[in-house]
């Protein structure tokens, strides 16, 4: 009882550190409301002549457009609401222009991110355009935009030169909250094991992650690299709950899409394909330079084996970005469809399909996180893996299983 | 007529994958109902084989938003 307790006073503390954090950021938020009325002025009046402005009152509603604003990385983070009504957690903005590197707070573009406000710094002039930061024209054009644009069949281009870009976005933050949560689970979960032997019985968090990390050490682990998996363990954990707690994150509705981020499931899939070659044996190499074929269809085979080594991953970054970035686009347009109608009473039909889907999303998050990791204990088995491995393997795994 | 041909392929791909997922899935119903007791484990075998399915046919759909 008391333990309880104990773990319900640690919990509230940490709402409580959460809390305070969040009540910072919006005091420097609410600081950050324009001070010029004038520059509001200019905002509101510019915005409602722009073509491609997709919340305008009244028109049609551009649910892709939408659909993009959520699932993609953006400067501040938004909660709810549009325009100058809307709250937003301001980031930092980090760049490399052409003569310094310069440091403010998203908040100086005032929730613009169509162009219309210049952020000045030594002489430098910056412009948010959809999330991506320019350098501004001296002159606006006739929307009152200080990007030029270019628009060929629907889409439109910018030809402003961007600076280097090293901000501390909606998903380095995202991936900051997740490095936290990890480290406090994880450490916490250690020191338990420290504290009380592995041979008591957990408690708390423990118990609910005990059996993930059994799982992932005995059945992905030992199932696909038998021999010598101990080494991989370290990566395997790490990969799958990174995966696992940034999928989850991202289904919270004010959350960061992170998973669903090709470059962040690029560099995982770029640390599996590092480790996969180099820990490549013999029997690996020999299997791609000296095929088991007549020398007749070398020429065809070593190619593919050649590209089958950078295609494997590539098949692994673009299913967990594929999957969690179209979970994500199923949930908003089933919502938009209210707002397309423009009815409440759709909402009788879109809102429980949503939250179905929002439940299938919650498998999916678990599965893709068991896949790639499953995946890549696959591809390392398969590099490190001897010729009479298999018998071996099994032996291991009853007795593993047994252990439990 | 309008529209986008990215539909076109979505669609195509959301067939494939219904092919795909629709033969897994009654080929783990006949493996059950032989042997209802491996239940559990053609289950999971099932859902990590429908996934990769789904990938694939993720992977139309990434194409489609890409050339929309």
């Avoid at chain 1, 280097?164 to 338990?192: G, P, R, Y």
């Avoid at chain 1, 896949?371 to 795994?397: K, P, Y």
């Avoid at chain 2, 059950?32 to 139309?60: C, D, N, S, Y």
């Amino acid at each position: 009882m008391t333990s309880k307790i104990n773990t319900f006073k640690k919990f509230a503390n940490i709402h409580f550190v959460v809390v305070t954090l969040l009540m910072l950021s919006f005091n420097n938020l609410f600081g950050s409301e324009p001070q010029e009325g004038q520059t509001e002025a200019e905002v509101h009046s510019a915005a409602s002549s722009v073509p491609h402005e997709s919340h305008a009152e009244g028109g049609p509603v551009d649910i892709t457009a939408v659909a993009f604003e959520h699932i993609l990385d953006s400067h501040s983070w938004h909660f709810w609401g549009e325009g100058h009504d809307a709250v937003s957690l301001p980031l930092p903005v980090i760049l490399k222009g052409k003569n310094g590197i310069y440091t403010f707070m998203s908040s100086e573009f005032h929730h613009d991110n169509q162009g219309f406000v210049v952020v000045e710094k030594n002489g430098e002039r910056f412009v948010n355009f959809e999330e991506k930061i320019y350098f501004a024209n001296e002159t606006p054009n006739e929307y009152g935009q200080y990007v030029s644009l270019t628009a060929a069949d629907k889409e439109v281009a910018v030809l402003n030169e961007t600076p280097l870009d090293f901000s501390i976005t909606k998903n380095v933050t995202q991936m900051f909250i997740s490095m936290f949560v990890l480290f406090w689970l994880f450490i916490s979960i250690a020191n338990a094991y420290k504290t009380t032997g592995v041979t008591s019985a957990p408690k708390g968090k423990q118990s609910f992650f005990e059996p993930l990390i059994i799982f992932v050490r005995d059945d992905i682990a030992k199932g696909n690299i038998g021999h010598g998996s101990e080494k991989f363990v370290p990566y395997l954990l790490t990969v799958f709950f990174l995966i696992l707690v940034n999928n989850v994150f991202g289904l919270i509705p004010i959350g960061a899409n992170l998973t669903g981020n090709i470059a962040f499931t690029l560099v995982l899939s770029t640390a599996t394909l590092i480790i996969t070659n180099l820990n490549g044996n013999k029997n690996y190499w020999s299997h791609i330079f000296l095929p088991h074929a007549p020398k007749a269809i070398w020429p065809i085979l070593i190619p593919i084996e050649i590209a089958g080594i950078f295609i494997k991953p590539i098949a692994l970054m673009i299913r967990l970005f594929a999957n969690m970035t179209a979970g994500h686009i199923i949930v908003i347009s089933l919502i938009g469809l209210i707002f397309v109608f423009k009815s409440a009473m759709i909402g009788f039909v879109s809102v429980p399909f949503a939250l179905f889907i929002d439940i299938l999303e919650c498998l999916v998050a678990f599965l893709q996180a068991f896949i790639f990791t499953m995946l890549t204990a696959l591809f390392i088995g398969s590099a490190v893996a001897d010729h009479h491995e298999d018998s071996h393997q099994d032996e291991d795994h009853n007795l593993a299983k047994s252990h439990h | 007529m309008t529209g986008s041909i990215a539909a076109v392929g979505a669609g195509l791909a959301v067939i494939g994958a219904g092919l795909g997922i629709g033969k897994i899935g009654g080929s783990a119903m006949e493996a059950i109902a032989r042997q209802p007791e491996a239940a559990a484990k053609i289950q999971t075998a099932m859902i990590i084989a429908a996934a990769l399915v789904e990938g694939v046919a993720l992977f139309g759909v990434v194409v489609a938003l890409m050339s929309k």
